[in-house]
């Protein structure tokens, strides 16, 4: 049947721990579905929040990272909230695939919300960064099926292949190198300086490297210049010759800045730890109203759908009647429309009898004279 933003909302909301597991296919096709419907304008905030706690409480982060990769198909989008707790989770649990992995959802979205959520995705961020890379980057990314057999189709022109730089980013270095980059630019002193250069060098921005190198006036951090050199010494297949010539000269521009013996990662966390004592009672208070709102929205679009289920039930009661009402008249008044109802019945098919001097029958065979035969005589 048709579904409704009410119908899914109401579900996500009422799951549990208990059941989310077993109806997880159920929840995701109808998210799906509701996605693909135009329903879909009517999806409630709180629905995307439910769904998120619901698969975090669950311990479900692969299917949960596949929605969040595929905004288009499933709708699921992060706010500050479910972005703290997600990041917190992963940043704690050294999970740094999973911790880069939100932070870049909150770049794609190009909000990094409030000054806590910005330290964590830059936490996350940078912890995958300076790592090993032990744990393999997952790749959630729907993929269209490929016909079976090649089917050549003529068309008019062939449109050129179109790269954005940003949701078509599929390489991880520059997925949280973009990140970095962006998430770092409203932090201050040598942290915002250095994760930004390990940003643009991530992402192979060399540009953009120069450029912050040239005009940054605090120290960089000497793990991150230490970081940065390995990746301009790293040699690159198909390099041009202004590719190689820029990247030398930002390695001997490296030798010549300023640097400060500073743990990044320590201070970040510090940074963190600021930022969650001067918002938390705000945010608590701004959560405390948001699910009171979302509350008081349910309730409203509950109260509609269930007028406009009301009204569909009488007009189908009132089109049952009419029906009805109308043969009834057609049985009073039959003899009176007698002729009318006859003319609307289907032409009888008329039965052809053919003449018996027509081409059928043949011609008449003319009778044989009897020369013997005498008249009777009349008296």
């Keep these: 049947g048709k579904i409704s933003a009410i119908d899914v909302d109401l579900l996500v909301n009422n799951l549990t721990p208990q059941n989310t597991v077993s109806l997880l296919e159920e929840v995701e096709q109808m998210v799906r579905r509701l996605r693909r419907s135009p329903e879909t304008l009517h999806t409630l905030p709180s629905t ?39 990041l917190d989770n992963f940043i704690v649990n050294k999970d740094y695939v999973s911790g880069a992995m939100v932070a870049s959802f909150l770049m794609l979205q190009e909000d990094f919300g409030s000054k806590l959520t910005r ?23 729907i993929q269209k099926e490929e016909p079976l057999e090649e089917v050549k189709v003529r068309v008019s022109y062939v449109r050129n292949p179109y790269f954005d730089d940003h949701f078509d980013l599929r390489v991880p270095e520059h997925i949280v190198g973009k990140t970095l980059a962006w998430g770092a630019q409203n932090l201050e002193g040598s942290i915002r300086s250095s994760c930004e250069l390990l940003g643009w060098a991530l992402y192979q921005k060399w540009n953009k490297v120069s450029d912050l190198i040239n005009d940054n006036k605090e120290p960089f951090a000497m793990c991150v210049v230490d970081k940065v050199k390995g990746l301009l010494i790293e040699a690159k297949e198909e390099e041009s010759e202004e590719e190689k010539i820029s990247r030398e000269s930002i390695l001997t521009k490296l030798n010549q800045v300023t640097t400060v013996e500073l743990d990044i990662h320590t201070e970040l966390m510090k940074l963190i730890e600021v930022s969650s004592k001067l918002t938390e009672n705000y945010d608590i208070e701004e959560q405390k109203k948001l699910y009171t709102s979302w509350e008081e929205q349910r309730q409203i679009e509950v109260e509609r759908q269930l007028h406009l289920y009301e009204k569909q039930r009488l007009m189908a009661e009132i089109e049952e009647k009419k029906k009805d009402l109308k043969e009834r008249e057609e049985v009073i008044f039959f003899f009176d429309n007698e002729e009318k109802l006859e003319m609307m019945l289907p032409d009888k098919k008329k039965k052809y009898y053919p003449k018996k001097n027509s081409l059928k ?19």
Excluded at 56 to 77: H, R, S, V, W
Excluded at 361 to 372: A, L
């Design 119 to 141: 330290s964590l995705a830059v936490t996350a961020a940078y912890n995958w960064a300076m790592t090993q890379h032990d744990q393999i980057w997952p790749n959630y990314y």
């Design 361 to 379: 029958f043949g011609k008449k065979k003319p009778k044989k004279v009897d020369e013997g035969y005498i008249p009777p005589t009349v008296r």
């Design 48 to 86: 995307q929040h439910a769904v998120i706690r619901a698969l975090f409480d669950t311990a479900q982060n692969q299917e949960l990272l596949k929605m969040l990769c595929n905004p288009l198909t499933y709708g699921i989008f992060l706010e500050n909230f479910t972005a703290n707790i997600l």
